[in-house]
Each structure stands twice: as structure tokens, then as C-alpha cells.
């Protein structure tokens, strides 16, 4: 199993352009979960989903949209990148929607 | 949501006991108590998780006192590769649960 996998690793983007953050597990799990990191903070949720087709805003969600074709993907959407958004971003996943969750490894998005 | 207060940073060699204590004075009924680890450039990995008294695995033990307004996660014998931020969170367990991560614990661990 590879678990939660995000690809990519470090983007950077110029102000304004868009990117599609992807994440992917290979565990059947029904829950998934988008966060953000600010250097030196804790993790704030973006949006989750509790299963194919189903998606909820999270703490932060203003600037990105997520949609949930199939149990496997949970790709996040950065439609027009601002300097705010500059961040780690982790995809993690649940089996039972518990508080047992399972990061990816992040990826580095550089807005300039 | 329970707020949860936890040190900034610890120190400690190798081969120590580490405690690291979280208060949550206003814990819910239903709420559990959880741990979470992050190494750098890494995503945080689940330690332990309990509700009362005392909780154990391979990795860390967890202590919550009978009141259960604060817990401390106990890592036997530190190593290098224990230097990491641990994260306290309290919460309820229920489905669809979104985990609300504070700044943590940096813990660094010397030779």
C-alpha cells in the first residue's frame, strides 16, 4: 500500500494562475480531508468528504474548491492564486471518519 | 471545541523519559483525547489516542487524570528521530470528525 500520495511536491505559481492539487489513497477509505499549513502553525481544514460525490467546507475554504469523483481521488482546486495561499497543503484520509487520519506528504505551493 | 494548552518547546537527551502535558479544562463528555506527531517536510502521523485513565501502545503511553481536564503523553527513552512537534487534540469521535491542530510541542532531542 502506498497510502496517501500528493503529487506534486512544490509548485510555484504566479499571482493569479490556477493548479489542481492531487491526492490519491489506495485504502478504500470513505473520508478525506484537505488541510493547510502556515509556516510554524498547526493544520487548518480546508474541505472534506465523507464519500464519493459528498464534500463540506471546512475552517478555511474561501479560494479553493475540491470535488470527489471516485473513492480513491480528492483533488483541490487553487482557481486565482493569491500570496494568502502560500502554504503546505496535506490530503489525509479516514476509514471510519474517526480522529485516526492519514497524511500524505505535502505539497509546497509558492504563490509569488 | 475544547482549547487545548500545551508547552511550546522541550528539550531532552537521549535516553530520557519525556512528558509532555496538554490541558483541556473544557473538555465535553464525548470528547476524546489525541496525539499526533510531525517530523519536518513531513505530514503528522497518529501516536495514541484515549479517553480516560491509561492508554498504551508500542510507540507512547497516555496518562488522563480522572477529571480529565488535562493528559500527558509519555515517550520512553527518547531518541534523536523522536525530535519532532507533538499535537494535542480534543475532540469528539465522530464520523466525518475534522481534527483541529494547535501549534504543538517542538520537542528537540540531543545526544
Known amino acids: 500500500n502506498a497510502g496517501v500520495t500528493q503529487t506534486p511536491k512544490f509548485r510555484i505559481l504566479k499571482i493569479g494562475q490556477s493548479m489542481t492539487l492531487q491526492c490519491t489513497q489506495d485504502m478504500n477509505h470513505n473520508y478525506m480531508y484537505w488541510y493547510r499549513q502556515d509556516p510554524g502553525m498547526g493544520l487548518k481544514l480546508i474541505y472534506y468528504s465523507v464519500g464519493a460525490g459528498i464534500t463540506d467546507k471546512g475552517e478555511v475554504p474561501n479560494g479553493y474548491n475540491v470535488s470527489r469523483s471516485t473513492t480513491e481521488d480528492f483533488p483541490l482546486r487553487l482557481e486565482l492564486a493569491a500570496p494568502s495561499q502560500t502554504s503546505v497543503y496535506f490530503c489525509?484520509?479516514?476509514?471510519?471518519?474517526?480522529?485516526?487520519?492519514?497524511f500524505g506528504p505535502g505539497t509546497r505551493l509558492l504563490v509569488l | 471545541l475544547a482549547k487545548t494548552t500545551q508547552p511550546i518547546s522541550m528539550d531532552s537527551y537521549e535516553g530520557q523519559e519525556v512528558n509532555i502535558t496538554c490541558s483541556h479544562n473544557n473538555i465535553a463528555t464525548n470528547d476524546y483525547i489525541t496525539w499526533y506527531q510531525q517530523f519536518p517536510s513531513q505530514g503528522p502521523r497518529f501516536i495514541i489516542q484515549g479517553y480516560k485513565t491509561k492508554v498504551t501502545n508500542e510507540v507512547a503511553s497516555l496518562f488522563i487524570p480522572a477529571d480529565r481536564k488535562s493528559s500527558t503523553l509519555s515517550l520512553p527513552r527518547v531518541s534523536l528521530s523522536d525530535t519532532a512537534v507533538y499535537y494535542c487534540?480534543?475532540?469528539?469521535?465522530?464520523?466525518?470528525?475534522?481534527?483541529?491542530f494547535g501549534k504543538g510541542t517542538t520537542l528537540s532531542v540531543s545526544s
Open positions: 487534540l480534543v475532540g469528539d469521535d465522530g464520523a466525518g470528525t475534522a481534527l483541529i
Open positions: 489525509a484520509s479516514s476509514w471510519d471518519g474517526s480522529r485516526t487520519q492519514y
